[in-house]
């Protein structure tokens, strides 16, 4: 069962991945990275040691799938999911090659994942574009999707999140704070659901 990240470059998806296997219980991931062209590998990082290497200042930071395994906790037993982290969209086709190809299957991923969590940047001023309208109109023909909306932490985030709701009156949206793990219980009730 995998439980599937994505979203625009920059809005939090490996800091949330993170901090959500931190909350589940998980204090060293074992991270198997799967690029575009079939190659597979695998590495161990504590949760800080991760943030520090795969957590980025700048766009396009995350370049293939990486997935954690994690155990959540459905009624009186634990189910182990697959959380898995991707690269992200931008506006428009990206002029690197890479970029475009790890784009490509984060796309043919979503079709494999029971829960599509859709990231926006809340505290952006651009927090909903027309790739995420594509996005959610792509990924939301299959259950288990829902909006987060990130960045909670930050003021000018509350006015993002009207513009969120008001761009997705339909949909499921949970607010969240990927740095200081906000809204995760929420989080893990509809992960628990969906499994
Ligand atoms: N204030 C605040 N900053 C955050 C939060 N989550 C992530 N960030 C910051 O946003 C920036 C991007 O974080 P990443 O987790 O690398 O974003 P990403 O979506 O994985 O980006 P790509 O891998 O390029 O697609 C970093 O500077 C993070 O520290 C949050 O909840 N609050
Ligand atoms: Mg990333």
């Given at each position: 069962m995998q439980c599937l990240v994505i979203g625009?470059?920059?809005?939090?998806k490996t800091a949330f991945v993170l901090s959500f296997a931190e909350y589940l219980g998980v204090n060293r991931v074992e991270i198997t990275f799967n690029y575009p062209d079939g190659f597979s590998t695998k590495q161990a990082f504590s949760i800080n040691q991760a943030r520090q290497e795969l957590?980025?200042?700048?766009?396009?930071?995350?370049?293939c799938l990486q997935a954690i395994e994690v155990q959540v906790p459905v009624g009186k037993t634990k189910k182990t999911i697959r959380l898995t982290d991707s690269s992200g969209f931008s506006e428009g086709?990206?002029?690197d090659k890479g970029i475009r190809q790890a784009i490509a299957q984060t796309l043919l991923e979503i079709k494999r994942s029971a829960i599509v969590l859709h990231m926006l940047d809340?505290?952006?001023?651009?927090?909903?574009?027309e790739v995420d309208r594509q996005i959610a109109s792509y990924a939301d023909t299959r259950g288990g999707y829902v909006i987060l909306a990130n960045?909670?932490?930050?003021?000018?985030?509350r006015a993002g999140l009207e513009r969120i709701r008001s761009q997705f009156p339909n949909q499921l949206i949970l607010p969240i704070s990927a740095l200081h793990k906000r809204g995760f219980r929420e989080v893990k009730a509809i992960v628990a659901r969906s499994i």
């Amino acid at each position: 069962m995998q439980c599937l990240v994505i979203g625009r470059t920059n809005v939090g998806k490996t800091a949330f991945v993170l901090s959500f296997a931190e909350y589940l219980g998980v204090n060293r991931v074992e991270i198997t990275f799967n690029y575009p062209d079939g190659f597979s590998t695998k590495q161990a990082f504590s949760i800080n040691q991760a943030r520090q290497e795969l957590i980025g200042q700048g766009p396009h930071k995350t370049r293939c799938l990486q997935a954690i395994e994690v155990q959540v906790p459905v009624g009186k037993t634990k189910k182990t999911i697959r959380l898995t982290d991707s690269s992200g969209f931008s506006e428009g086709i990206p002029s690197d090659k890479g970029i475009r190809q790890a784009i490509a299957q984060t796309l043919l991923e979503i079709k494999r994942s029971a829960i599509v969590l859709h990231m926006l940047d809340a505290a952006s001023p651009a927090c909903v574009s027309e790739v995420d309208r594509q996005i959610a109109s792509y990924a939301d023909t299959r259950g288990g999707y829902v909006i987060l909306a990130n960045k909670m932490d930050l003021p000018q985030a509350r006015a993002g999140l009207e513009r969120i709701r008001s761009q997705f009156p339909n949909q499921l949206i949970l607010p969240i704070s990927a740095l200081h793990k906000r809204g995760f219980r929420e989080v893990k009730a509809i992960v628990a659901r969906s499994i």
